[in-house]
């Protein structure tokens, strides 16, 4: 028995030595766009998103499928990163795509297209989306600019700023909508791992350390935790918090987002938080997953068709959909879950109330400052302030 408490210790050291996002870090300074962006020109940062096959296929079946086409247009890619959906791009026929990069990594995505052959399309600029100066305008603007709770990182100003600089009447933008989604969740798993992991100390090294329980659990809930959940964490059904149309959004819209909720609880749980997960959507055509060219076809992992392992993109109403949902496969994103300091009791059909304010950090504009008030069946409410932003929490679990 004490055996296995040690390996549970280990097992725990070894999660939070890991609970750091592979995503940015960077802190209050004069220099944390510097810092942003150097984070970016880190090969670790680029291995997590392109080893998210779930989010890179699906850009990849829009943009060969993309409604209007991309043959022959002039397209835009807004951190471009390792030059990936430039390739894409360049390979669905676009006549020129403008790589727009500020990290470092930019010299990497250079060689990638020269590795590629696409030297002729793909033009690689390094430098401020808001500073660089292209030649001509734009057909087409895509991006992958989302962060965890959708809005962390605040990229989608940069997309906007080149909508309006660069994009002409009537272009396209990949992806063009996007929204939303909370859900009430219980997670007991979470709290085993993290809270009661405590009271195994006594058995395993002599000392209580139970009394740090109360701690434990307050500390988990101050920050928002990237993990992964499943269907059966779902509480309640979910709810729309936000939604926006990239051709029509503007700076302000996304300073600040604001939603009531009114949930009814499916059973007998014990309420531990809420979870925050979004979907974008892309224009496609109704011919779906046939114009890829004949060398593109292959996975070379498994011999499959790689156009079939979009098993999260969803087309709907000519729109793919990436989903980030717990009822779908999971991404590098996985669910933001703000937990509360002490669990509730529900029951079926309890009512789980309050709201939700998420905004941007005064300090630092890609951080995100989160406030959440909640009552269960109208008794008093709780009120917590959640952060996200340095040394973000993750939890790293593929699954509970």
Known sequence: MRLTILRRAIQFANMAHELKAKRPRYGFNNSSETSYFDSYADITVHEEMLGDSVRTNAYKDAIFNCNPPI????????GAGTGILSCFCAQAG????????????????????????????V???????????LPEKVDVIVSEWM?????????????????????????LILPSHTR??????SDD????????????????????????LPFARTSMSKDIMVKTITCENILSNSQLVASFDLYNISHEDIVSVQHDFKFHSFGIADLQGFALWFDVSFEVSNQKKQNYP??????????CNAVDQIESSDCKNGNLILSTSPYDPETHWKQSLLYLNAEVPVVQDSKINGKLNIKRCENNHRFLDISLSCSVDDKPETDQTYFMGYELPKNNNTKI
């Open 189 to 212: 798993e979470i709290i085993i791992e993290k809270v009661n992991f405590w009271s195994d100390m006594h058995e395993a090294y002599g000392v209580d350390m139970s009394t740090l």
């Open 94 to 121: 676009a006549k020129t795509v403008y790589a727009v990069e500020a990290s470092k990594i930019a010299e990497q995505a250079k060689q990638v297209v020269k590795a590629n052959g696409l030297g002729d399309k």
């Open 294 to 303: 004949e060398t593109e076809k292959q996975d070379d992992r498994n011999g």
């Open 71 to 78: 043959k022959d247009k002039v397209v835009l890619d807004v």
């Open 123 to 133: 033009v690689v600029i390094q430098g401020l989306l808001e500073e660089v100066e």
């Open 180 to 185: 939303m989604f909370l859900s009430p969740v």
């Open 147 to 171: 962060g965890y709770c959708l809005l962390y990182e605040s990229m989608l100003s940069s997309v906007i700023n080149a909508r309006d600089r660069w994009l002409k009447p009537g272009g």
